[in-house]
C-alpha cells in the first residue's frame, strides 16, 4: 500500500518556540492532504486540508495564524505550530488519499508534540 | 448533524469471536471505512464498504446497511495483538471522513 511518512516523530519544546512537521507521501503524488490532531482517548479532529498549490481550508475553531500549512509540492506537506504552548501538546497526524482513488487515506506515523 | 455511534469499550477473550457496531448519520454518504488504531500510533485502514452486505478479509470482516445507517466490524480467532482501538468512519458527500472516539477493544488471556 502507498506510504506515508511524518518528521519529527515526536518533538519537546519551549513555550513560546515554533516547531514544524513535514508529512510526505512517499510512492504517490497527493495534491490533498489532512492534518488531524488526537487527545489522549479522544477522536481524530480535521484541523485542516492542505492542498497544493493553493491556500489551505482549516476546520472551524483552528487558527490559522497559530497552525501555518504550507503544501509546495505533490508530496509534501508541513504544519508549523507558532508560538507553541503546552495546550498544543498533543498527536498531531497527517493523511493522504492517492489520486483518483476513492476514500481510503493513508496516514502518517503522528508526531508526539510536547510544549513544556 | 453528522454524528457516529459505538461502544466506548468492549472487552473478549483470546480466541473468540467479537463483534463491534457502529451507526452513523452522515451529509450523503460515500462509503464506510474501518481502521485500527494502537496507543500512540496513528490509525491503518483495515476495510471499507460502499455496498450493502459482507466484506470478509481473512480474521476480519466488515457488514454494511446503507438503509439502517448500521455497520459491524467482526473480529475472529482474536489474538492479544488485536487490543486496540477501532474507528468507524463514514464518507460524507464531500469524500471527508467523519471521526468518532472509537471502541476500545480489550483482549484477556
Known amino acids: 500500500g502507498a506510504v506515508v511518512s511524518q518528521h519529527p516523530s515526536w518533538v519537546i519544546c519551549k513555550s513560546g518556540t515554533s516547531v514544524k512537521i513535514e508529512c510526505r507521501s512517499l510512492?504517490?503524488?497527493?495534491?490533498?492532504m489532512f492534518w488531524y490532531r488526537q487527545f489522549p482517548k479522544q477522536s481524530l479532529m480535521l484541523m485542516a486540508t492542505s492542498n497544493e498549490g493553493s491556500k489551505a481550508t482549516y476546520e472551524q475553531g483552528v487558527e490559522k495564524d497559530k497552525f501555518l500549512i504550507n503544501h509546495a509540492s505533490l508530496t509534501l506537506s508541513t504544519l508549523t505550530v507558532t508560538s507553541a504552548h503546552p495546550e498544543d501538546s498533543s498527536f498531531y497526524i497527517c493523511s493522504a488519499p492517492p489520486e483518483r482513488e476513492v476514500g481510503e487515506q493513508f496516514f502518517g506515523p503522528g508526531t508526539r508534540l510536547t510544549v513544556l | 448533524g453528522q454524528n457516529i455511534d459505538q461502544p466506548t469499550e468492549m472487552t473478549a477473550t483470546e480466541g473468540a469471536i467479537v463483534q463491534i457496531n457502529c451507526t452513523y448519520q452522515t451529509s450523503g454518504f460515500n462509503g464506510l471505512f474501518w481502521y485500527q488504531q494502537h496507543a500512540g500510533e496513528a490509525p491503518t485502514f483495515l476495510s471499507y464498504n460502499v455496498l450493502d452486505g459482507l466484506e470478509e478479509k481473512g480474521r476480519f470482516s466488515s457488514f454494511l446497511s446503507r438503509s439502517k445507517g448500521y455497520s459491524y466490524l467482526l473480529l475472529k480467532e482474536l489474538q492479544m495483538k488485536d487490543s486496540a482501538s477501532y474507528l468507524c468512519?463514514?464518507?460524507?458527500?464531500?469524500?471527508?471522513?467523519?471521526w468518532g472516539a472509537g471502541t476500545k477493544l480489550i483482549i484477556k488471556p
Open positions: 510512492d504517490f503524488q497527493a495534491t490533498t
Open positions: 468512519a463514514p464518507m460524507d458527500s464531500n469524500y471527508q471522513l467523519i
